[in-house]
């Protein structure tokens, strides 16, 4: 039996153990993200977007986020501004000749006109294939100054779905766990991000540790552990009002929340029994249900997209590796053989794959699994990258990098040809997890 302790320094050590949790020793008060580039599919698709006309609108340059959004896909390859051939506003402007000779497959302008429903902007704009000289997609999308960069997300979205028969993600959120300072100034906080790391926001902020954000499915709430009392316990907190709830402290670990698909049950790990065993919480009523029972430590469960199993990491084989359980409990099976360790894991949102941290003598790296075949492929490089979660349409997967003492996220591909960093600036972050 393992673990049957309660004080905060065993807890740790638990975690620990598992790869859950490692929060950084040095950093700022507040880590800046911004998006680094490290590869990208070769034959990235030519594409301009030429500078909005914004009258009536300062701050945001809207043109500027649609191309950096389209540009960190690592799908497309947006025109410089300075070597714009032109730069028309009104649809009619085009000239598409100059644009083919520019070397341009595709062509967007726009601009922001006075709102007619309420709102006081419109954005609207045109995507054109140069090639053929014909528009491919128009929008007129109301909104607000302050909504203006979630406005230019949207309608990189748009364009990229149009492009890729792909769902876009450049208006999905990020939260992630930062620490900084040391000793008796340590301070622990619970960000959310754009996907693209910018436009961060404080959800919570403690001098003890705060671990594994996990979203709701509906993006309003947000489950996460949090030591504030010199233990572990569960909150679940509402992310426009703030208001926040305990909705497990047991003696021992309460560790790992995962939200099932309709949003009324947690999966968490609990040692009040003893040893670490999975169970489910309902939200609503507090009643708990056990998973799992056995000797070695289960923990980590994420729910599969049907919400009828749990995948989890056990050692009772020996080393950590996946199985697949019963929501309603049952007998575990092993999915991972290929690797010492295999853990972290997470389905796809279409349920056909699982993405992991997966390990031996080489390191530790993400990579996913076919749950089909069972084959398995390897898409990070580095030698300590943990935390994986998938993008909503997923087809990319985010996750935390350690580098040389700096600890930034990462973004992959699912064949590994497309690599993206967002850095931390003088801090590191930790526990990353990707809205719906």
């Given at each position: 039996?393992?673990?049957?302790?309660?004080?905060m320094i065993?807890?740790?050590?638990?975690?620990?153990?598992?790869?859950?949790?490692?929060?950084?020793?040095?950093?700022?008060?507040r880590?800046?993200?911004?998006?680094?580039?490290?590869?990208?599919?070769?034959?990235?698709?030519?594409?301009a977007?030429?500078?909005?006309?914004?009258?009536?609108?300062?701050?945001?340059?809207?043109?500027?986020i649609?191309?950096?959004?389209?540009?960190g896909?690592?799908?497309?390859?947006?025109?410089?501004?300075?070597?714009?051939?032109?730069?028309p506003?009104?649809?009619?402007?085009v000239?598409?000749?100059?644009?083919?000779?520019?070397?341009?497959?595709?062509?967007?302008?726009?601009?922001?006109v006075?709102?007619?429903?309420?709102?006081?902007?419109?954005a609207?704009?045109?995507?054109?294939?140069?090639?053929?000289?014909?528009?491919l997609?128009?929008?007129?999308?109301?909104?607000?100054?302050?909504?203006?960069?979630?406005?230019?997300?949207?309608?990189?979205?748009?364009?990229?779905?149009q492009?890729?028969?792909?769902?876009?993600?450049?208006?999905?959120?990020?939260?992630?766990?930062?620490?900084?300072?040391s000793?008796?100034?340590?301070?622990?906080?619970?960000?959310?991000?754009?996907?693209?790391?910018?436009?961060?926001?404080?959800?919570?902020?403690s001098?003890?540790?705060?671990?594994?954000p996990a979203?709701?499915?509906?993006?309003?709430?947000?489950?996460?552990?949090?030591f504030?009392?010199?233990?572990?316990?569960?909150?679940?907190?509402?992310?426009?009002?703030g208001?926040?709830?305990?909705?497990?402290?047991t003696?021992?670990?309460?560790g790992?929340?995962?939200?099932?698909?309709?949003?009324?049950?947690?999966?968490?790990t609990?040692s009040?029994?003893?040893?670490?065993?999975?169970?489910?919480?309902?939200?609503?009523?507090?009643s708990?249900?056990?998973?799992?029972?056995?000797?070695?430590?289960?923990?980590?469960?994420s729910?599969?997209?049907?919400?009828?199993s749990?995948v989890?990491?056990?050692?009772?084989?020996?080393?950590?590796?996946?199985?697949?359980?019963?929501?309603?409990?049952?007998?575990?099976q092993?999915?991972?053989?290929?690797?010492?360790?295999n853990?972290?894991?997470?389905?796809?949102?279409?349920?056909?794959?699982?993405?992991?941290?997966?390990?031996?003598?080489?390191?530790?790296?993400?990579?996913?699994?076919?749950?089909?075949?069972r084959?398995?492929?390897v898409?990070?490089?580095?030698?300590?990258?943990?935390?994986?979660?998938?993008?909503?349409?997923?087809?990319?997967?985010?996750?935390?990098?350690?580098?040389?003492?700096?600890?930034?996220?990462?973004?992959?591909?699912?064949?590994?040809?497309?690599?993206?960093?967002?850095?931390?600036?003088?801090?590191?972050?930790?526990?990353v997890?990707?809205?719906?």
């Amino acid at each position: 039996m393992y673990f049957q302790v309660t004080p905060m320094i065993s807890q740790f050590r638990f975690l620990l153990r598992l790869g859950l949790f490692a929060l950084g020793l040095t950093g700022l008060a507040r880590a800046e993200l911004t998006v680094d580039i490290t590869q990208g599919v070769e034959g990235a698709a030519p594409i301009a977007v030429v500078p909005f006309g914004q009258a009536g609108l300062a701050g945001e340059n809207l043109a500027h986020i649609v191309a950096t959004d389209l540009a960190g896909s690592g799908r497309f390859t947006p025109l410089a501004e300075a070597q714009m051939p032109e730069r028309p506003v009104p649809p009619e402007g085009v000239n598409f000749p100059v644009w083919q000779s520019a070397g341009q497959e595709h062509v967007v302008i726009g601009r922001v006109v006075p709102g007619t429903g309420g709102a006081p902007h419109e954005a609207e704009f045109t995507l054109f294939d140069a090639i053929r000289g014909t528009s491919l997609l128009s929008e007129r999308i109301p909104f607000k100054a302050a909504d203006a960069r979630h406005t230019a997300h949207r309608i990189a979205d748009l364009i990229y779905q149009q492009l890729t028969g792909e769902r876009g993600i450049f208006n999905t959120r990020i939260a992630y766990v930062t620490a900084s300072g040391s000793g008796k100034s340590r301070e622990y906080r619970l960000q959310i991000a754009d996907a693209d790391g910018e436009a961060a926001r404080e959800v919570m902020s403690s001098p003890e540790p705060i671990m594994s954000p996990a979203w709701s499915p509906d993006g309003k709430r947000m489950a996460y552990v949090s030591f504030e009392d010199r233990t572990a316990a569960v909150f679940v907190q509402n992310l426009s009002t703030g208001e926040r709830r305990k909705v497990s402290g047991t003696p021992g670990i309460n560790g790992a929340p995962a939200w099932s698909p309709d949003g009324s049950t947690l999966a968490l790990t609990l040692s009040k029994d003893g040893n670490p065993e999975i169970y489910t919480l309902d939200v609503a009523s507090g009643s708990l249900r056990r998973i799992t029972r056995d000797d070695a430590i289960d923990t980590e469960a994420s729910w599969s997209p049907d919400g009828r199993s749990l995948v989890m990491t056990s050692d009772r084989g020996g080393k950590p590796q996946l199985y697949l359980v019963p929501a309603a409990g049952g007998e575990p099976q092993r999915l991972t053989y290929e690797g010492e360790y295999n853990a972290r894991g997470v389905f796809s949102p279409d349920g056909r794959r699982l993405a992991m941290v997966h390990g031996g003598e080489g390191g530790y790296r993400i990579a996913w699994m076919d749950l089909g075949s069972r084959n398995l492929k390897v898409v990070s490089r580095g030698r300590l990258d943990e935390s994986p979660a998938f993008a909503p349409n997923g087809h990319v997967i985010m996750y935390v990098r350690k580098d040389g003492g700096h600890e930034p996220l990462a973004m992959t591909s699912l064949d590994g040809q497309v690599q993206r960093t967002i850095p931390v600036r003088g801090g590191e972050v930790r526990g990353v997890a990707w809205s719906p």
